[in-house]
């Protein structure tokens, strides 16, 4: 497998990318502002699935990579008054940093501890944001983040994530079909084989952690700017729950899937909450349905129903 | 940090308070860690159960003027019978599946069931007020402390030991351990593994309820409370080491003591420090102080 992407996927990448950016002439705030952020939340998700559909490994941490991305973006723009060429850099930098780091305890473990390691890690980064609050202005936030004036706008901002999310997703499309994603999945399918041909599966998990730990600073630098704020919630655990079920209620065995899953469980949330305060509760039946129905996503069901109407015909 | 050189007392008030943080946390994550030790599932919604005990505590205690003791029964009940639904219902489809599923599915309980609360009991921050006869401070000789606070530093240890005796001494806790090692075996040889199952999750789930029962007068239920409790257990589990029932308890004193005394040399940031004792210790020993090293197969 090389970094080609088959046919049908390519075209139906076009499609989408034409379509998005089309958006802007439909002139609705409302448009606008659900696109980039499903943008975002969907390059958050894609790069949550380097370590679990790729790696094989579960972090129920990944919100503190997003919040480090925005944290230091929002920072180093506000409080240093950095161009953004350094400061969005910077941002990736020190969430993959962050990342690596936290990947050297982890990846002493496997499985379920694994997981919650990096759900400890996590509360690390959270409490960190809380507490120092001279710096992240703690429980009320880091609010007036400085946006750049060629992106300060609602269209140009909408064309500047386009372009970042999209080149994002090409290069982790690139990695994940690299030597190395090939590595990662023999790692994910047997880590013991893995470990006997060769491969320092210890290494090969940590960096899976990193790369997605810095794509995910992608997402939250974009987002920091967005919201023109970071919250203490984005590092909060709910939140890396959240990006947890969009990735699987996309598909984790398929790139793009987790994209799907961000935008569908983005579109579902706006809509239960104009019917429902109880959103929670929607998200747990959809949490209980993925489990007990649909452990392989919307891609996983998308290729059954397929299956089926080839082979019935 | 000076208060703590300068006063023998206070420092001797710090060392109760941690001790009686410590081992109110040890009834929850004992709870827990028990429920991981047998079924391998890490129950997320452990949280929430404790949420659960303390607003059925509220309801029956406060609202109800049935009594605090009632209080903590009733509430080791409810979440009794919760668990009992929920380990039937759900969990007992899932043992087979990967954990990430397992860990899925305890999250929804999260979910739903705090939507419930928010339904029950509302978004108020609700007070339950202390029992009679421990509302007062009781006299140390060197000093006076809250009753409330020494009964629940007393407590921690007698749950301790009645767990220790029924796991390590009683024919039930030798098949539950045997459970642990082999579950297949064990039903091959006639053992009923699904009654140990549920019987497992009742009373880890009920110690739960009983550690948020007892917490009422202390953190005054309210929503949100499952998440930070949830996460303290976590962390004293996996120093302490997943499974093991003395690593629990050691755990659970060394983040009451870390905690606490970190509170008072640097404040606002204990937090932080528990999580880097967590680091620490993971360093050092990777599966906890009590921990044993995976086995394959897990």
Redesign the interface.
Known sequence: MGWNMPRGVLFTCIVVLVALALIPMADSRYLIDISTEIMVYALFALSLNVI?GYSGN?S?GHAAYFAIGGYTNAILLTTYELPLIVAFPAAVLASGLAAAFVAY?CT??????F???T???A??VW??A??WRSVTGGDDGFVGVTVPEFIDGRVPFFYFTLITVTLSTAVLWMICHSAFGQTLVAVRENITRAGFIGVNTRLMRGAAFAVAGAFAGIAGAIFAMYNRGVYTESA???ES?QV??MT?LGGMYSFFGPAIGAAALYLLERFANEYTE?W??V???I??V???VL?EGLVGLFKRVKARMVGGR | MDMLLSSPTFAFIQVLNSISLGMNLFIIAAGLSLIFGVL?V?NFAHGVFYMFGAYIMYTVAQDLELGFVTGVIAAAAGLAVIAIVVERG?FQ??YD?E???Q???T??????M???A??IWGTDQLSVSYPDGLSGAVDLGVTFYPAYRMMLAVIGPVIFIGLFLLIERTRWGRLTRAATQDMEMLAALGVNVPVIYVTIFLIGSALAGVGGALAAPINSPTPGMD?TII?EC??IV?IGG?GSLWGTFVGALIYGFVFNFGSVIVP??Q??FA??L??VV??IR??GLFGKP?REG?
């Not at chain 1, 002493?108 to 501890?113: K, S």
């Not at chain 2, 999250?107 to 739903?112: C, N, S, T």
């Open positions: 679990i579960v129920f305890f002493r473990l496997t499985d379920i501890y997981a919650m390691l759900l400890a890690f509360m690390l409490a960190i809380f507490k909060f655990w709910p729950a947890l079920i699987l109880y929670p509760t998200l747990g039946v949490l209980l993925i489990v007990l452990p | 391998r890490i759900l489809w899932l599946k954990h990430l599923m860990l899925l599915l999250f929804a309980i999260v979910l739903i705090g939507d419930l928010k339904i998440a996460v976590f962390v996996i997943l606002n940031w937090d932080v999580f880097l967590l680091m993971l360093l990777p599966w995976e897990h």
